[in-house]
């Protein structure tokens, strides 16, 4: 597609149910981030997939956050049993290759968002 | 933490100065990236420099990088209202797939 897409935009839930948010990155991209930003703050690295090899899980929360990328393309992160505290924007971004490589010259595109609202 | 801060946290001008804004960073990087965000959804790639460069120009926009002090800023000449917005370095390390935020400067261009 011709930028990275994510949905839904907007996600209200109750506490203690699960949640799903989706990501399309853009095509051909092999580096996929997804980030958490709480109101008014930076952003929060949560994981990274790159190609086939294992994603960097080192940012995820808890337990209760889990992301997979499905056939190299489209990555699903899930909050399970959520809670008032993982109300924020969840953003993800792609890259075509890898950032901090040897070439370094890489940049990320970011999707709109999905804005979590837990009650 | 290897993040970027950036200076000040918030800044309000008039339209047609120059707004400046620094981050500073506490590991060697590969490479430094400005971006910015509008009402907070996502983030739009601005500049990238990389650490060999000092300085580099796109449009009304300069960044300089110093190596020495972990510094860079960002210069936004003749600002227009529509500049409004929060704006992010991004410190990129050396083989890490990582990208490290600070917690940006909220810009406001009055008109």
């Known amino acids: 597609g011709a930028g990275v897409s994510q949905s839904p935009s907007n996600k209200v839930t109750e506490k203690g149910k699960d949640v799903e948010l989706r990501c399309d990155p853009i095509s051909g991209h092999t580096a996929l981030y997804w980030y958490r930003q709480s109101l008014g703050q930076g952003l929060e690295f949560l994981i990274y997939f790159q190609g086939n090899s294992a994603p960097d899980k080192s940012g995820l929360p808890s337990d209760r956050f889990s992301a997979e990328r499905t056939g190299g393309s489209v990555s699903t992160l899930t909050i399970q049993r959520t809670q008032q505290e993982d109300s924020a924007v969840y953003l993800c971004?792609?890259?075509?290759?890898?950032?901090?490589?040897?070439?370094?010259?890489?940049?990320?595109?970011f999707g709109p968002g999905t804005r979590l609202t837990v009650l | 933490s290897q993040q970027g801060e950036e200076d000040p946290q918030a800044l309000s001008i008039q339209e047609g100065e120059n707004a400046t804004m620094n981050c500073s960073y506490k590991t060697s990087i590969n490479n430094l990236q400005w971006y910015r965000q509008n009402s907070g959804r996502g983030l739009v790639h601005l500049i990238l420099i990389r650490s060999n460069e000092r300085e580099k120009h796109s449009g009304r926009l300069r960044v300089t990088l110093d190596t020495s002090k972990k510094s860079s800023s960002l210069l936004i000449t003749a600002s227009r209202a529509a500049d409004t917005a929060s704006y992010f370095c991004?410190?990129?390390?050396?083989?890490?797939?990582?990208?490290?935020f600070g917690s940006g400067t909220k810009l406001n261009v009055k008109p």
């Open positions: 991004a410190t990129v390390l050396y083989n890490f797939n990582k990208f490290y």
């Open positions: 971004a792609s890259s075509l290759v890898v950032a901090g490589g040897p070439s370094g010259t890489d940049t990320q595109y």
